[in-house]
């Protein structure tokens, strides 16, 4: 179980910030793209900016999720998650789920072109998938399930696992951390191997034209595509290309990508500070597009060393704090934040609005001293480290320092660059608590981005209540029955509330902005621009 998981932790903890959520709500525009093929000036250029250029382009080589915020337009999966956070069928018609969950026989939709205007078939189905099984991370972790990828013939294809594997369809469909299983021709993989491609050829609305890296990406509207005729729900259904180009700029500066949106020189401008929201609303150029608590705020102790080895300590801090004080510290504006105690947001089928019920959010100053007595904590200064690049790091810290103290804690704060954060909070010794933040997208419970278990992530949590929440995982690895492995979910809520090896603080909302010109958009997750036209 260990090894399974940690391969993915890493992977998620090397995106650092990094996070992307999808959340369907929006205080932007969010009308619905029109089903009919395009006319007229619905055809053009989409020019948008995102924050940062990615290392490459290959979603198998890379964990920054701007690889998939581009190349969503030109790969596609099997199946893609909806609005609603499921796995749906997308470049396959149905699976069928054999040998006691150990086979998936995955039957395509016939007719799918390629931009080399080849048809997609089983084999470039497999080829697709020995390829995710050996290069992308997720995959990677994936394999020591995998017995073999089989071609039944030209549209069916057969995964057998060598035991089950119950988040394997939502695994193969997350956009997270560019774990999705998306498929390429047997040919291009042929050519390049396990090694980073520089070409690109999907099945996406638009195609790959060129990258100049650092700079800029183009991509072109694919004449050919062959959409689903499902209708459009988050990155299921329904794709259209309504744009003949998508202009895709890379521009660190906020300012220059604020100013943009504002004059018309980008329809997108990537997380733009909440402090902007007036400036957006205001203005008859722009509409803020606000990802509805999409993120989700995260103190994490060094169960490993004194005095967070002992769960008093731990019930000391969950029960003491405020949480609304340390969400105005470190966001501010109460529209961009919100209180609630489970870990997978209300939209999806995860959600349990019981979850940390009488210690979620119970700010009780004398009964978090009650359990700092209990404790084995003999007054001994604990280090809170923080990013000082990071103001809701920065800020949260100083709030979290004085709440402590109040509570009876010695606290210190060190504030480091962010290499150097990441280097001391993986140390068994010398830090007690790190404030992080997650994306609150994740596939499925078993790849949850901060998984807590016996030395997870960060915390060096390695005693006999950690050992309980390995259980709880391989039960829910096997279970394939979504009401009772939604129940075991709720265990492992009301067991992370029990056990508290970290304390969720509160949820946050990102922002991003589009200008007023752009129709259609779906403030969903990452950006993605089919279904979507500029109405000059």
């Known amino acids: 179980m260990k090894r399974r998981v940690l391969g993915v932790i890493a992977l998620l903890l090397s995106m650092s910030m990094l996070v992307v959520g999808c959340s369907s709500g929006s205080k932007g525009s969010t009308k619905e793209a029109e089903k009919e093929q395009s006319t007229g000036d619905k055809t053009g250029t989409i020019t948008v900016a995102y924050k940062a250029a990615p290392p490459n382009l290959d979603s198998d080589q890379s964990t920054d999720w701007t690889v998939t915020a581009v190349m969503n337009h030109v790969y596609e999966g099997l199946y893609e998650f909806n609005a609603s956070n499921e796995a749906v069928p997308h470049l396959a018609k149905s699976c069928d789920i054999e040998d006691d969950g150990k086979t998936y026989v995955f039957h395509l939709r016939e007719g799918v072109l390629f931009h080399d205007g080849t048809e997609m078939k089983a084999e470039d189905v497999k080829a697709s998938f020995d390829r995710w099984f050996s290069v992308n991370e997720m995959g990677i972790s994936v394999s020591e399930y995998l017995n073999s990828v089989d071609v039944i013939d030209d549209y069916t294809v057969s995964v057998k696992l060598n035991s089950v594997y119950a988040p394997f369809l939502n695994v193969i469909a997350s956009p997270t951390s560019n774990q999705k299983m998306v498929v390429r021709p047997a040919s291009l993989i042929e050519k390049y191997g396990n090694n980073v491609l520089e070409e690109h050829i999907g099945t996406g609305p638009y195609k790959f034209d060129s990258w100049v890296p650092d700079a800029s990406v183009k991509l072109v509207k694919f004449d050919d595509y062959v959409p689903i005729e499902e209708e459009a729900s988050g990155f299921a259904g329904k794709r259209v290309a309504y744009a003949n180009e998508i202009d895709i700029?890379?521009?660190?500066?906020?300012?220059?990508?604020?100013?943009?949106?504002?004059?018309?020189?980008?329809?997108?401008?990537?997380?733009?500070?909440?402090?902007?929201?007036?400036?957006?609303?205001?203005?008859?150029?722009?509409?803020?597009?606000?990802?509805?608590?999409?993120?989700?705020?995260?103190?994490?102790?060094?169960?490993?060393?004194?005095?967070?080895?002992?769960?008093?300590?731990?019930?000391?801090?969950?029960?003491?704090?405020?949480?609304?004080?340390?969400?105005?510290?470190?966001?501010?504006?109460?529209?961009?934040?919100?209180?609630?105690?489970?870990?997978?947001?209300?939209?999806?089928?995860?959600?349990?609005?019981?979850?940390?019920?009488?210690?979620?959010?119970?700010?009780?100053?004398?009964?978090?001293?009650?359990?700092?007595?209990?404790?084995?904590?003999?007054?001994?200064?604990?280090?809170?480290?923080?990013?000082?690049?990071?103001?809701?790091?920065?800020?949260?810290?100083?709030?979290?320092?004085?709440?402590?103290?109040?509570?009876?804690?010695?606290?210190?704060?060190?504030?480091?660059?962010?290499?150097?954060?990441?280097?001391?909070?993986?140390?068994?010794?010398?830090?007690?608590?790190?404030?992080?933040?997650f994306s609150v997208w994740n596939a499925d419970p078993q790849v949850w981005s901060a998984w807590v278990g016996t030395n997870g992530w960060i915390t060096n949590w390695d005693d006999e209540d950690s050992k309980k929440m390995d259980d709880i995982f391989a039960r829910m690895l096997v279970e394939l029955d979504q009401d009772k492995r939604y129940e075991i979910v709720?265990?492992?809520?009301?067991?992370?509330?029990?056990?508290?090896?970290?304390?969720?603080?509160?949820?946050?909302?990102?922002?991003?902005?589009?200008?007023?010109?752009?129709q259609g958009y779906a403030n969903y997750c990452q950006p993605f621009f089919w279904n979507t036209w500029v109405e000059e």
């Open 249 to 437: 700029q890379f521009v660190t500066d906020e300012s220059v990508r604020v100013s943009g949106v504002e004059t018309g020189e980008f329809m997108f401008a990537e997380e733009i500070a909440q402090d902007k929201y007036s400036q957006l609303e205001n203005s008859e150029n722009t509409i803020p597009q606000i990802l509805d608590a999409d993120v989700e705020g995260m103190l994490t102790f060094n169960c490993g060393a004194a005095p967070f080895n002992d769960i008093n300590a731990r019930k000391a801090v969950a029960i003491g704090l405020d949480l609304e004080e340390l969400g105005t510290a470190q966001i501010g504006d109460e529209e961009f934040w919100k209180l609630d105690g489970c870990l997978f947001d209300k939209s999806t089928v995860w959600y349990d609005e019981n979850a940390g019920k009488d210690i979620y959010a119970k700010n009780d100053l004398d009964l978090a001293k009650e359990y700092l007595k209990k404790s084995n904590y003999n007054g001994e200064p604990i280090v809170i480290v923080q990013g000082k690049d990071d103001t809701v790091e920065s800020q949260g810290a100083e709030d979290l320092k004085a709440q402590l103290e109040k509570i009876g804690f010695n606290v210190e704060v060190e504030l480091y660059d962010r290499a150097t954060v990441m280097e001391k909070r993986s140390q068994k010794e010398g830090w007690a608590i790190h404030l992080t933040y």
């Open 490 to 518: 709720q265990e492992w809520y009301d067991a992370f509330w029990e056990y508290v090896p970290y304390v969720k603080t509160i949820d946050y909302s990102r922002m991003n902005a589009t200008n007023a010109k752009l």
